[in-house]
């Protein structure tokens, strides 16, 4: 059972930035690849980015690419989602989640482990 928590959310005005980290208390976390998805108030869960177990293999969606990074600390057990340049269109819940697979894009239901959310709003 991996445990993921999501902090950092909030609410900013367009073209400022947010930082979002997920923690987990798991300790093979290292082990697991992870992603970042979102769900509007009005669209469906949708991919942002991912990135592999050891840091690298990083994926955006073309709606974020060059806006948002994504990294990780597995010493810290942790995820980051750095966001710049925030859109309106960017307000939604955000979850963290893990894989077993380590790398590459995969579809939200190949993630068994999801936290809980954190919101971001972003006002035009």
């Known amino acids: 059972q991996v445990q993921l928590s999501e902090s950092g959310g909030g609410l900013v005005q367009a073209g400022d930035s947010l930082r979002l980290s997920c923690l987990s208390s798991?300790?093979?976390?290292?082990?697991?690849?992870v992603g970042w998805f979102r769900q509007g108030p009005d669209t469906e869960r949708e991919f942002v980015a991912s990135i592999g177990w050891r840091g690298g293999n990083t994926v955006y969606a073309n709606a974020v690419k060059g806006r948002f990074i994504v990294s990780r600390d597995n010493a810290k057990k942790a995820v980051y989602l750095q966001m710049n340049s925030l859109k309106p269109e960017d307000t939604a819940v955000y979850y963290c989640?893990?894989?077993?697979?380590?790398?590459?894009?995969?579809?939200?239901?190949?993630?068994?482990?999801w936290g809980q959310g954190t919101q971001v709003t972003v006002s035009s």
């Open positions: 989640a893990a894989t077993y697979i380590k790398e590459g894009l995969r579809p939200a239901h190949e993630y068994p482990y």
């Open positions: 798991t300790s093979s976390f290292s082990d697991f690849g």
